[in-house]
């Protein structure tokens, strides 16, 4: 079975490469995150860094937080892999579906380090990842949204049909992407059937910071799944 790692945001495209990956017969030994220079943020969604560990939790995945700053990111990603692969990782999954200048960065820092890069979404119909992401039982809550395109009362709504056809109705008037791949919105997954508990968001609130509304999430606890939610 090939070892890899999955490069992790903590959002639905991840999660659903994640999945797929470990449904192909790969071994996820570690989640990738990059968190800021001080460590308290995720660099993609800049969620709490946190949260982003509560949520390796509730995986049962450990998880590796590489701290990085703008000018050395690439640096200290190359760095995260090149670890990975000394610890004998031959491969990397990412949830890209189709932006391909960042295709072409991960095939070229995965180069580097010696790593094969694996993008199990890549070229697909996003409607239909999306409806793959709900029909195998993930759950998700919108966590930022670009203020253009969304009200703050979207966020903390969860990744489902009813959010599918607000996306529809947005698509007639405006140019965007379903599954958010040009920042339009991002998710964090609370459950599913990788998790091994339930990510709870126990305390949040509603913040802007420049052309984004966010929801800050303050607090998180793990439940324990009933039995019919196992995976």
Not at 56 to 81: C, H, V, W
Not at 131 to 147: D, L, P, Q, T, Y
Request: aromatic content about 8%; overall charge negative; hydrophobic content about 35%.
């Amino acid at each position: 079975m090939s070892r890899v790692f999955a490069s992790w945001s903590g959002g639905k495209d991840c999660c659903l490469a994640c999945y797929r990956a470990t449904a192909s017969g790969l071994d996820i030994r570690y989640l990738a995150n990059t968190v800021t220079e001080d460590g308290e943020r995720s660099c993609s969604h800049g969620v709490s860094a946190a949260v982003i560990k509560k949520q390796s939790e509730a995986l049962g995945i450990p998880i590796m937080q590489q701290r990085t700053a703008g000018d050395n990111y690439e640096a200290q990603f190359i760095k995260m892999l090149k670890d990975f692969k000394r610890e004998g990782i031959e491969g990397g999954v990412f949830g890209d579906i189709d932006f391909n200048p960042h295709r072409e960065w991960i095939e070229r820092v995965c180069a580097e380090a010696g790593i094969t890069p694996r993008l199990p979404l890549w070229g697909e119909d996003q409607k239909k990842l999306m409806e793959e992401f709900i029909n195998v039982g993930f759950i998700a809550v919108v966590i930022a949204v670009k203020a253009d395109l969304f009200g703050e009362e979207v966020l903390g709504q969860r990744i489902d049909r009813n959010f599918i056809n607000q996306l529809d109705e947005l698509c007639k008037t405006r140019d965007i992407t379903l599954c958010g791949e040009a920042g339009e919105y991002h998710t964090l997954v609370i459950d599913g059937p990788l998790f091994k508990k339930r990510l709870e968001i126990t305390e949040s609130q509603k913040v802007t910071r420049g052309d984004h509304h966010f929801l800050e999430i303050l607090s998180t606890d793990l439940k324990a799944k009933q039995p019919a939610e196992r995976p």
